[in-house]
Every structure is written in structure tokens, then in C-alpha cells.
């Protein structure tokens, strides 16, 4: 084991250089636990243009040297099955558990959907995490509990997640934690070309001690001249390194899957953190915890007061809190990227790894954060879809108009399949979980994200349906006009099967000049009616309507040869403005 690995975790954040009086005089966090999720986008790479249901396989197949294994689940082994298993299990609806541990196996006659479209892959090569938070301090160790793998059947979206924790933290460091350490890139760079909002360093250790990956946000240059050259920003060693062999899109590395970033360089987290009395937290305190803002002296807010006027009710889960009453003294903090619980070291039941608060946090909890922010990096990916699909669009050319059609076609195929698999506006009927469920839903606002993606891709759906039925219906009047204009010869020459010229004794080349004689002014009389058959149209229809006077009729046929046809009126009017606009 290295030196560090050694030293005792009280010991481990005892920060020095003229900051140990003041975090020997703060408030400790007996256990501090923290969930990193980070979702991700699949892109297409060596098999572009095959749509993947199972993106997982492609990890299968990699051999021994990829670090991920697929997880095996406790519903398979009655021997691994246990109470927490059987108490996450019951949370959820009877929908969501289905998406979760999919179904048992039927009974002969009887048919099931068979497993969960979700797949966990785990890789267990790195047990520590080494972070220096500032360059004037100590470095903090953590224990990995897990890093994990999310895939989605039949959906492009992944999500990394990483949990890993410590005792005896005081608040400050904590908050600090919370900060920092999930950020996939730096916003900026401070004087110094340190990362600003970013640790220091970071480093993943093996269970010996041995540094297997270390950040380099301070490479400034690094960043820029990817993000120049790539329209797309660059992601930092360690979190390379921890999803390989997955590779950044658009980076030189080459991988089974190419991913990209859906949305900013923040992840969002979930936060268990233990007090001896968290009654003693500030106002201040909580929302720097539930908005996970710098950290900051206790007696400060960290916004302005009003800005946080309404921080109660819109940040605070207070079911099981309050100041008055040392008995409820757990409370939920929530906002769009971060969920967080507080609450007694002391409570046997809110320190239970396996049914308590904690065992709940690590599971019920985690599970209602995973859906809710795969169905945001989903509903996030089709809006993106829609929009690469309209981009490629050009209304001039037939192959173009072709493709936008096939691949509007697609999307909705797939997000009905997204809608009946993933799409829960509700996950449980327990009171506690519903409710934070709605909490955290409304933070993120997928509600409101989900109905414009809908409607975005049902109104286009239906343009694509009545440009269909234009073009059904001015093929109908086209061949109406034609066949109407044919019915006159039709008539007069088969009238009781009436031959007006016998020609049947002439020889048959003279046979062969007739009916080229007869075959190029029908065909050039057919082309005729159709460049004009909107207006032939308007004069049958006119001859249908009695209120017109013969004179109103003869002068709606004249415009045949008076005006241009009005198709094609229309599609260079079209085409210009098309011009104009590019």
C-alpha cells in the first residue's frame, strides 16, 4: 500500500498551511458519500449507418483487455437475494420494474418480455480516487465503491457512473467536493492556468496504491486548439481514461464506440452526508449543499437572499425536517443537477447500509436520478436529431427531400418506442419517492421538454403526411383532366366497335405510318393536358358550376394560353425564395 493509503481517514483531511484552525472548528461530515452520473451520447464509428440496438455487445466482443465486465444480477441467484434487494424492488410500479429487472422466467403456455433493456458494465481495476483541491493543500483520498457503465436497449444514450466516499469530511472540504470534482472539462482557466471550478489533480489508484490516470486540467492548450479545430469540446485525462476503450468523438483514439457530450461540462450528482446534528446547518449551508455552489462561511447565502426567497419550497423535501423537533432531522435537497441528503450520524436507521437511509440513497434513490436524467439525455438527443435532420434538408433537390422523409420516419419510430419503454411520468406510488421523483422532474423539466419533442415531431410528421397528399392529389387531377379529355375519343371511336377508316387490307408499313401518325399527336396531346391541367381543372369545374355564364367559362379556358401554368408559377416562386433564403 502507498503512504497515503496508509494514513488513517481522520487524518486524511486535516488540511495545514493556516487552514487547520478553521476546519478543526467547522462541521464534520461523518460520512460523506458522493454519485457521479454522466451521460453520454453513442456516435456512429466503424459501423456507420447501422443502427445498433445492443451497444453493449460491442464491449463483449473487445476481448481480455477491456476493464468492463457485464454486472450479473441478484434476481438470478436466490442465495444473493436479500431484504434491500426485495425493499428496492417493491418501490417501484410494476412498469418501472419490469424496465429495471425485466421479467422471471413464464411458465410453460405463457410468454414474458424477457430481461431488463437496461445493461451495467463494471470495471473493478481502480479502487481509490486521489484529489487535491488546491494547490496550497493536502490531497483527499476516497474509496471507490463502483464505476459503472449504463446502456439502453435500442438507444444511443450511455451513462457513466462513479460512487465513491469517506468519513470524518469537515463541510467545507465537502462542499468543496461537490464543486469540483464532477467536471468532465474546465470553463475557464484562472491567472495561475489552473482549471478554474476544477481540482487541482486528480488521480485514479489500483487496490496497491499504484496511480493508473491523472487529470491535466491545467492543459489549456490542450483544449483550445481541440475545441478550434473540432467544434467540440475536449474531456480530461482521467475521464478518458476511466471510459476506455471508449473514444471522444472527433479525438485521433480509436474505440468500439464514439461518444460526445449531450450536455454541459457539469455532472450531475447525488450526496449522502452524515452529521452528528445537521440541525446545525445554516440556511446558508443547505443551499450551497442542494444548489452544490462554492463553498462559502456558514453565515453567508450563496446567492442573493432574493433569488433564494423561495428556497424552501423549491429546493427542500421537508417531510421527515424539522428545526423543532430533534427526531425529524432528515432532509432532501434537490435541484436540476444535483440530489442530496442530511441527516443524523446517530440514527441507526438513517446510517443502514442495507434498508436504512443509506441503503435507500445507494439504490431507490440512485435508480429515480438514472431515469430521470436518461430520459432528459434522451429527450435532449431527438430534439438534437430533429434539428441535424432539418439542417440537411434542401427543398430543391428530390434525393434530399427523400431523405429527410426516411429519416423523420425513423425518429418517430423511435421516440414511440422511447415513449412506451422509458417514458415514466410517475415511478412509484409511495408518497416519498413520488414526491421526490416530481421534484426532481420539475427541476429538470423534462414535462415540458418531452411535449415539445413530441410536438416538433408529430407537426413534422404531419407536414411530411400533407405534402404526401398534395402530391396524391395533384397527381388525381392530372390524371382526371387526361382521362376526361380521352373519354371524348374513346367514344366517338368505339361507339358500337366502329372502325371510321378500314385500313385492315393495306399493307404493314402503311399500318405502322397510321399509327405514328395517330401516336405522336395523342402523346403530345396528353403532355399538353397534363402541363395544363390546372387549369383545364378549373374549366371543368367551371362547366360543373351553373352560376357561370358561358362567357366566364371560355374566358377561364383562355388562360391556358394567356397565363403560365400555376404549377409552375408556384415552384419557381418556391425556388426563389429557396435561392433568397440560402
Given at each position: 500500500?502507498?503512504?497515503?493509503?496508509?494514513?488513517?481517514?481522520?487524518?486524511?483531511?486535516?488540511?495545514?498551511?493556516?487552514?487547520?484552525?478553521?476546519?478543526?472548528?467547522?462541521?464534520?461530515?461523518?460520512?460523506?458519500?458522493?454519485?457521479?452520473?454522466?451521460?453520454?451520447?453513442?456516435?456512429?464509428?466503424?459501423?456507420?449507418?447501422?443502427?445498433?440496438?445492443?451497444?453493449?455487445?460491442?464491449?463483449?466482443?473487445?476481448?481480455?483487455?477491456?476493464?468492463?465486465?457485464?454486472?450479473?444480477?441478484?434476481?438470478?441467484?436466490?442465495?444473493?437475494?436479500?431484504?434491500?434487494?426485495?425493499?428496492?424492488?417493491?418501490?417501484?410500479?410494476?412498469?418501472?420494474?419490469?424496465?429495471?429487472?425485466?421479467?422471471?422466467?413464464?411458465?410453460?403456455?405463457?410468454?414474458?418480455?424477457?430481461?431488463?433493456?437496461?445493461?451495467?458494465?463494471?470495471?473493478?481495476?481502480?479502487?481509490?480516487?486521489?484529489?487535491?483541491?488546491?494547490?496550497?493543500?493536502?490531497?483527499?483520498?476516497?474509496?471507490?465503491?463502483?464505476?459503472?457503465?449504463?446502456?439502453?436497449?435500442?438507444?444511443?444514450?450511455?451513462?457513466?457512473?462513479?460512487?465513491?466516499?469517506?468519513?470524518?469530511?469537515?463541510?467545507?472540504?465537502?462542499?468543496?467536493?461537490?464543486?469540483?470534482?464532477?467536471?468532465?472539462?474546465?470553463?475557464?482557466?484562472?491567472?495561475?492556468?489552473?482549471?478554474?471550478?476544477?481540482?487541482?489533480?486528480?488521480?485514479?489508484?489500483?487496490?496497491?496504491?499504484?496511480?493508473?490516470?491523472?487529470?491535466?486540467?491545467?492543459?489549456?492548450?490542450?483544449?483550445?486548439?481541440?475545441?478550434?479545430?473540432?467544434?467540440?469540446?475536449?474531456?480530461?485525462?482521467?475521464?478518458?481514461?476511466?471510459?476506455?476503450?471508449?473514444?471522444?468523438?472527433?479525438?485521433?483514439?480509436?474505440?468500439?464506440?464514439?461518444?460526445?457530450?449531450?450536455?454541459?461540462?457539469?455532472?450531475?450528482?447525488?450526496?449522502?452526508?452524515?452529521?452528528?446534528?445537521?440541525?446545525?446547518?445554516?440556511?446558508?449551508?443547505?443551499?450551497?449543499?442542494?444548489?452544490?455552489?462554492?463553498?462559502?462561511?456558514?453565515?453567508?447565502?450563496?446567492?442573493?437572499?432574493?433569488?433564494?426567497?423561495?428556497?424552501?419550497?423549491?429546493?427542500?423535501?421537508?417531510?421527515?425536517?424539522?428545526?423543532?423537533?430533534?427526531?425529524?432531522?432528515?432532509?432532501?435537497?434537490?435541484?436540476?443537477?444535483?440530489?442530496?441528503?442530511?441527516?443524523?450520524?446517530?440514527?441507526?436507521?438513517?446510517?443502514?447500509?442495507?434498508?436504512?437511509?443509506?441503503?435507500?440513497?445507494?439504490?431507490?434513490?440512485?435508480?429515480?436520478?438514472?431515469?430521470?436524467?436518461?430520459?432528459?439525455?434522451?429527450?435532449?438527443?431527438?430534439?438534437?436529431w430533429l434539428v441535424v435532420a432539418i439542417s440537411k434538408l434542401d427543398?430543391?433537390?428530390?434525393?434530399?427531400?427523400?431523405?429527410?422523409?426516411?429519416?423523420?420516419?425513423?425518429?418517430?419510430?423511435?421516440?414511440?418506442?422511447?415513449?412506451?419503454?422509458?417514458?415514466?411520468?410517475?415511478?412509484?406510488?409511495?408518497?416519498?419517492?413520488?414526491?421526490?421523483?416530481?421534484?426532481?422532474?420539475?427541476?429538470?423539466?423534462?414535462?415540458?421538454?418531452?411535449?415539445?419533442?413530441?410536438?416538433?415531431?408529430?407537426?413534422?410528421?404531419?407536414?411530411?403526411?400533407?405534402?404526401?397528399?398534395?402530391?396524391?392529389?395533384?397527381?388525381?387531377?392530372?390524371?382526371?383532366?387526361?382521362?376526361?379529355?380521352?373519354?371524348?375519343?374513346?367514344?366517338?371511336?368505339?361507339?358500337?366497335?366502329?372502325?371510321?377508316?378500314?385500313?385492315?387490307?393495306?399493307?404493314?408499313?402503311?399500318?405502322?405510318?397510321?399509327?405514328?401518325?395517330?401516336?405522336?399527336?395523342?402523346?403530345?396531346?396528353?403532355?399538353?393536358?397534363?402541363?395544363?391541367?390546372?387549369?383545364?381543372?378549373?374549366?371543368?369545374?367551371?362547366?360543373?358550376?351553373?352560376?357561370?355564364?358561358?362567357?366566364?367559362?371560355?374566358?377561364?379556358?383562355?388562360?391556358?394560353?394567356?397565363?403560365?401554368?400555376?404549377?409552375?408559377?408556384?415552384?419557381a416562386s418556391t425556388s426563389r425564395r429557396a435561392g433568397d433564403a440560402?
Open positions: 500500500m502507498s503512504e497515503i493509503a496508509q494514513i488513517p481517514r481522520t487524518a486524511q483531511f486535516e488540511p495545514d498551511n493556516g487552514m487547520t484552525s478553521v476546519a478543526s472548528t467547522e462541521v464534520l461530515v461523518r460520512h460523506f458519500r458522493q454519485i457521479l452520473m454522466w451521460p453520454l451520447r453513442v456516435m456512429p464509428g466503424q459501423l456507420e449507418g447501422i443502427h445498433i440496438s445492443k451497444h453493449w455487445e460491442l464491449l463483449e466482443t473487445s476481448g481480455e483487455d477491456c476493464p468492463w465486465r457485464e454486472v450479473q444480477d441478484e434476481f438470478d441467484d436466490p442465495k444473493r437475494f436479500q431484504e434491500r434487494h426485495y425493499k428496492e424492488f417493491i418501490t417501484f410500479l410494476p412498469f418501472v420494474q419490469r424496465f429495471l429487472y425485466g421479467e422471471g422466467t413464464p411458465r410453460e403456455g405463457q410468454t414474458a418480455s424477457g430481461k431488463s433493456p437496461m445493461r451495467v458494465l463494471r470495471r473493478c481495476d481502480i479502487a481509490q480516487i486521489r484529489v487535491m483541491l488546491d494547490g496550497q493543500l493536502p490531497p483527499l483520498l476516497f474509496q471507490i465503491a463502483h464505476v459503472d457503465l449504463h446502456f439502453f436497449y435500442d438507444t444511443d444514450i450511455i451513462i457513466l457512473v462513479v460512487e465513491f466516499f469517506a468519513d470524518d469530511l469537515p463541510l467545507l472540504l465537502a462542499e468543496d467536493v461537490l464543486f469540483k470534482v464532477g467536471r468532465a472539462y474546465p470553463g475557464y482557466w484562472e491567472p495561475s492556468g489552473q482549471g478554474a471550478h476544477c481540482p487541482y489533480r486528480v488521480e485514479w489508484l489500483s487496490a496497491t496504491g499504484e496511480t493508473l490516470a491523472v487529470s491535466d486540467y491545467e492543459d489549456r492548450q490542450k483544449y483550445l486548439e481541440f475545441t478550434c479545430q473540432q467544434r467540440s469540446p475536449h474531456v480530461a485525462a482521467h475521464w478518458e481514461y476511466l471510459l476506455q476503450p471508449l473514444s471522444l468523438y472527433l479525438s485521433d483514439s480509436e474505440g468500439p464506440i464514439r461518444f460526445r457530450q449531450i450536455e454541459y461540462h457539469r455532472m450531475p450528482l447525488l450526496a449522502y452526508l452524515s452529521f452528528d446534528d445537521p440541525q446545525v446547518l445554516t440556511r446558508g449551508d443547505c443551499a450551497r449543499l442542494a444548489l452544490v455552489s462554492k463553498a462559502g462561511p456558514s453565515d453567508t447565502l450563496p446567492c442573493s437572499t432574493k433569488q433564494l426567497a423561495d428556497f424552501e419550497e423549491r429546493y427542500c423535501y421537508d417531510r421527515f425536517w424539522d428545526p423543532d423537533n430533534p427526531a425529524l432531522s432528515c432532509r432532501y435537497l434537490c435541484c436540476d443537477h444535483a440530489f442530496v441528503v442530511v441527516g443524523k450520524a446517530s440514527d441507526a436507521f438513517f446510517a443502514d447500509s442495507e434498508t436504512g437511509i443509506l441503503g435507500q440513497f445507494r439504490h431507490q434513490y440512485f435508480l429515480m436520478n438514472l431515469m430521470a436524467h436518461f430520459q432528459k439525455a434522451a429527450l435532449m438527443l431527438f430534439s438534437e427543398i430543391r433537390e428530390l434525393d434530399s427531400i427523400k431523405a429527410f422523409k426516411r429519416e423523420i420516419r425513423l425518429l418517430l419510430g423511435s421516440f414511440l418506442r422511447f415513449t412506451e419503454r422509458y417514458w415514466f411520468p410517475v415511478v412509484s406510488n409511495q408518497a416519498q419517492v413520488h414526491d421526490l421523483f416530481r421534484l426532481l422532474t420539475r427541476h429538470l423539466d423534462t414535462d415540458r421538454i418531452y411535449q415539445d419533442v413530441s410536438a416538433s415531431i408529430k407537426d413534422m410528421n404531419q407536414y411530411l403526411d400533407s405534402d404526401s397528399l398534395r402530391r396524391q392529389a395533384n397527381t388525381v387531377v392530372r390524371l382526371t383532366v387526361v382521362t376526361t379529355l380521352g373519354l371524348i375519343a374513346t367514344v366517338s371511336t368505339g361507339f358500337l366497335g366502329m372502325n371510321i377508316i378500314d385500313e385492315a387490307n393495306n399493307p404493314l408499313w402503311v399500318k405502322l405510318l397510321i399509327l405514328i401518325a395517330v401516336f405522336i399527336p395523342s402523346t403530345l396531346l396528353v403532355n399538353y393536358a397534363v402541363a395544363h391541367s390546372k387549369v383545364l381543372s378549373d374549366f371543368l369545374e367551371a362547366l360543373a358550376d351553373k352560376r357561370l355564364t358561358w362567357w366566364d367559362r371560355t374566358q377561364l379556358l383562355l388562360r391556358i394560353w394567356r397565363d403560365p401554368p400555376q404549377d409552375a408559377v408556384a415552384d440560402k
